[in-house]
């Protein structure tokens, strides 16, 4: 079973970018299509973005596709979430996610109930 672990989170300031990091584990990373999310403080976990199994697709939340950029490296087993600019209402804990269950034709990728794996998060706060 593949294993998830972000990193990179922190305290910045508005303006400022960062960059999120997620290692899985396993020797099969590359089947499995990849995904970000975030949740704060009393919501529900709302989608950021998505990369297929090669990182030649990728998939955004409407409200974040200027700012944030989704790659992936499959030789070392990492996604990663580029954000830039970011306002605080970014404050919230990012998750990164993983699913066999790519069709990314459908949309469903934007519900987290369609990704099987996921990590612990890595808290993101942005202050004004």
């Known amino acids: 079973q593949e294993q998830l672990s972000e990193s990179g989170g922190g305290l910045v300031q508005a303006g400022d970018s960062l960059r999120l990091s997620c290692a899985a584990s396993g020797r099969t990373f590359s089947r499995y299509a990849m995904g970000w999310f975030r949740q704060s403080s009393g919501k529900e976990r709302e989608f950021v973005g998505a990369?297929?199994?090669?990182?030649?697709?990728?998939y955004y939340a409407d409200s974040l596709k200027d700012r944030i950029t989704i790659s992936r490296d499959n030789a070392k087993n990492m996604v990663y979430l580029q954000m830039d600019g970011l306002v605080p209402a970014a404050t919230a804990a990012y998750f990164c996610?993983?699913?066999?269950?790519?069709?990314?034709?459908?949309?469903?990728?934007?519900?987290?109930?369609?990704?099987?794996?996921w990590g612990q998060g890595t808290q993101v706060t942005v202050s004004s």
């Open positions: 996610a993983s699913t066999l269950r790519w069709n990314p034709y459908s949309g469903s990728y934007v519900s987290p109930e369609s990704w099987d794996h």
């Open positions: 990369i297929g199994w090669s990182g030649g697709t990728t």
